[in-house]
T-cell receptor, first 108, second 116 residues
Framework: RKEVEQDPGPFNVPEGATVAFNCTYSNSASQSFFWYRQDCRKEPKLLMSVYSSGNEDGRFTAQLNRASQYISLLIRDSKLSDSATYLCVSLYAGKSTFGDGTTLTVKP | GAVVSQHPSRVICKSGTSVKIECRSLDFQATTMFWYRQFPKKSLMLMATSNEGSKATYEQGVEKDKFLINHASLTLSTLTVTSAHPEDSSFYIC????????????FGPGTRLTVT
């Protein structure tokens, strides 16, 4: 079993749609969690950190459920520019473990 | 913001040759740098953790004699792929963690290596 598992995707949604990505992690000792965005043939860029209380940044909302070892990312009012691969990341002992990513394509 | 550069961005080499990739933190000091490789449509796989002034820590299955890592200063780490083979062709990405940060890491733009 992979340490970080994500929805396989791909997600193809129209502009303006709301889309949710899920991620589970197996290491209960993981300390921090993040969502990164990666565009094709580019490096990952931090989208947001994920906190137990949930956090929101504009159209993006991230949630962490430690009991279920589950992380989610919600994107509201999708834009064409949101098309990318979204990587779920857990951090433990200073090392980051990445999920395989979920590809999102937002269409006009 | 924190910027990490990598050089070269793209390299094509012949089988059997060695290739050196540089990772630099441009506006901050990084005691720890990480080297990842990424195959198409797959996620980043951590190869090794590089700490300034000490030996790198390699992940299981990564040959330390093949992937030589040097972290000689707080702003520079190098990865040398020795005796490269076509199966070493991949996207290599480094990241750096600020001295003052526990969690956040900043990624370089990556180096695409093609071994012919």
């Amino acid at each position: 079993r992979k340490e970080v598992e994500q929805d396989p995707g791909p997600f193809n949604v129209p502009e303006g749609a709301t889309v949710a990505f899920n991620c589970t992690y197996s290491n209960s000792a993981s300390q921090s969690f993040f969502w990164y965005r990666q565009d094709c043939r580019k490096e990952p860029k931090l989208l947001m950190s994920v906190y137990s209380s949930g956090n929101e940044d504009g159209r993006f909302t991230a949630q962490l459920n430690r009991a279920s070892q589950y992380i989610s990312l919600l994107i509201r009012d999708s834009k064409l520019s949101d098309s990318a691969t979204y990587l779920c990341v857990s951090l433990y002992a200073g090392k980051s473990t990445f999920g395989d990513g979920t590809t999102l394509t937002v269409k006009p | 913001g924190a910027v990490v550069s990598q050089h070269p961005s793209r390299v094509i080499c012949k089988s059997g040759t060695s290739v050196k990739i540089e990772c630099r933190s441009l506006d901050f000091q990084a005691t720890t740098m990480f080297w990842y490789r990424q195959f198409p449509k797959k996620s980043l796989m951590l190869m090794a953790t590089s700490n300034e002034g000490s030996k790198a820590t390699y992940e299981q299955g990564v040959e330390k004699d093949k992937f030589l890592i040097n972290h000689a200063s707080l702003t520079l780490s190098t990865l040398t792929v020795t005796s490269a083979h076509p199966e070493d062709s991949s996207f290599y990405i480094c990241s750096a963690r600020q001295v003052t940060s526990v969690d956040e890491q900043y990624f370089g733009p990556g180096t695409r290596l093609t071994v012919t």
